[in-house]
């Protein structure tokens, strides 16, 4: 089931450490592959799990601020185990393991994961940066478990209704199919690493937490993901969250001030077949909260008004479009700022929230930042920002860009992969935010938004755009706060 990763070059140490005996109850499950019974009874109390066997990973990524907010975590789970007077657990960063491009996938990591820590400890438990661990919480509920078994936990979400992000899985029951919040953290016990070597099933990484739980379950073969109420994403200091061993830090780190209005340009992609239709929507929603943004059409129409960059309109791709739109940018056309929005005509977003998030990024450095996907990463593959839910850039990544090779090979080629392949052959990381969506809020898990402040949605598909702004996006108090944003709002981002 775990596919072969030949390239690691990274040496990880182990930790040893002793717990004393405190009786709990463990759930029974089964060593039979797919036979794993996941409404068993506890009966038992493994009192032999130590702290030494549980493998931290953060999901960590090689952007500067997010190495150094992975840091602190670290140092919070590590500073736990003293306090016990413990022997510290492993605690790893994803973004340093290896040289992978791809190990952010998890699933290609997951053999040396196991070469390395399969003989000495029990689970492997991953994290996002935003997620607080109580320890010793955290080792009662895995002892709940027969850590000799097969276990896939986590915090359980599902889709409402079938959704494009999921190829339509399960489209005749899709709430049946549950997968991991991984902001509430999820866990493998080492014994499910080692049941098979599958490759993997698709090209394409879209919707991660769901992949994951697809591929460990293998079409009823493995096992489907066990709940744990202790796996929150509550409110860290939240009354409700008292029997949690994870929440959610609030509020996340404040970087400073919003980034200036005036430092963000914004690039509108569309056509003449939707200026009527799709731009009137841009003008009644988010337009007004841009200081600096321009259309970018195929058909200049003074009314918008919009720009004609003599690409001529593509079904699909939009490759050319979007490399005049760079090339623009760092010209003597527009102003000068240190960060580039683009955005297709269906895109909706909140440029104060954005303001808010660019806060916490030094536009000196690289960035290139958005929903994350993948393409061939068990194979060498690369990231990509897509495109739909905006592609964010600071003007050093766009000048780094612009001076390599790197090219559209046709007009109408996908602008956000062959984007993504360039920054691969650069080195240049693509920087992830769950807080951009490709697709419309319907398409996500409500248990899943409940706990975000989102900042952009994508297509107008069978839904009031104007109303989905409204809902999801407008923060009624932007024009009278003086930062832009009111208080719960920067709190949540």
């Not at 997968?179 to 993997?200: E, H, N, Q």
């Not at 744990?228 to 929440?247: D, F, G, N, R, Y």
């Not at 839904?463 to 809902?471: H, K, Q, S, T």
Request: net charge negative; with cysteine.
């Amino acid at each position: 089931m775990i596919p072969d990763n030949q390239d690691i070059r990274h040496t990880v140490g182990f930790y040893f450490i002793f717990l004393s005996f405190v009786p709990v109850n463990i759930v029974t499950g089964s060593t039979r592959p797919g036979s794993q019974n996941q409404d068993s009874e506890e009966v038992l109390y493994d009192s032999q799990l130590d702290l030494r066997e549980i493998v931290f990973v953060i999901q960590s990524q090689s952007n500067s601020f997010h190495m150094s907010w992975a840091e602190r975590q670290r140092a919070d789970l590590l500073q736990q185990t003293q306090s016990l007077t413990q022997t510290p657990p492993p605690v790893l960063l994803l973004h340093s393991l290896t040289d992978n491009e791809g190990d952010w996938s998890i699933l290609p990591l997951l053999p040396y994961l196991s070469s390395l820590f399969g003989k000495n400890s029990s689970w492997l438990v991953f994290l996002e940066e935003e997620t607080n661990v109580k320890v010793t919480k955290l080792l009662q509920a895995l002892r709940k478990f027969d850590r000799r078994k097969e276990w896939f936990l986590g915090k359980p979400l599902h889709d409402e209704e079938s959704t494009i992000i999921h190829h339509y899985a399960f489209a005749e029951n899709p709430s049946i199919f549950k997968y991991p919040d991984f902001s509430a953290a999820w866990a493998l016990s080492i014994p499910l690493l080692d049941r098979s070597d599958d490759p993997l099933k698709s090209d394409f990484t879209i919707d991660l937490k769901h992949e994951v739980a697809l591929y460990i379950w293998e079409n009823g073969h493995g096992p489907r993901l066990t709940a744990v109420p202790e796996l929150c994403t509550e409110p860290e200091h939240s009354p409700t969250a008292q029997h949690c061993a994870t929440t959610l830090r609030r509020p996340a780190p404040l970087c400073g001030e919003p980034v200036k209005k005036e430092d963000i340009f914004v690039a509108v992609k569309t056509c003449k077949k939707f200026h009527s239709e799709r731009v009137p929507v841009v003008k009644k929603t988010w337009e007004r909260e841009a200081s600096l943004l321009e259309y970018y059409s195929d058909h200049t129409d003074p009314s918008i008004p919009t720009i004609d960059l003599g690409v001529p309109n593509t079904e699909r791709g939009h490759c050319g479009k979007t490399f005049a739109i760079l090339e623009r940018y760092i010209s003597d056309a527009v102003p000068k700022t240190s960060w580039l929005l683009v955005v297709d005509d269906d895109t909706l977003i909140s440029l104060p929230r954005l303001q808010m998030l660019l806060s916490c990024y030094n536009p000196s450095e690289p960035v290139c930042l958005g929903e994350r996907y993948g393409y061939g990463l068990g194979q060498g593959g690369y990231s990509y920002i897509t495109g739909g839910g905006g592609m964010v850039f600071s003007r050093a990544a766009v000048v780094r860009l612009l001076a390599s090779d790197c090219k559209c090979y046709r007009d109408d080629a996908p602008d956000d992969m062959v984007l993504g392949m360039c920054l691969n052959a650069l080195g240049l990381p693509v920087t992830h935010s769950s807080l951009f969506h490709q697709a419309r809020p319907e398409d996500y898990s409500r248990d899943f938004l409940a706990h975000q402040v989102p900042i952009s949605f994508h297509k107008h598909w069978n839904i009031d755009p104007v109303a989905v702004f409204n809902r999801w996006l407008k923060d009624e108090s932007v024009s009278t706060s003086p930062h832009g944003l009111n208080k719960s709002t920067k709190e949540e981002l």
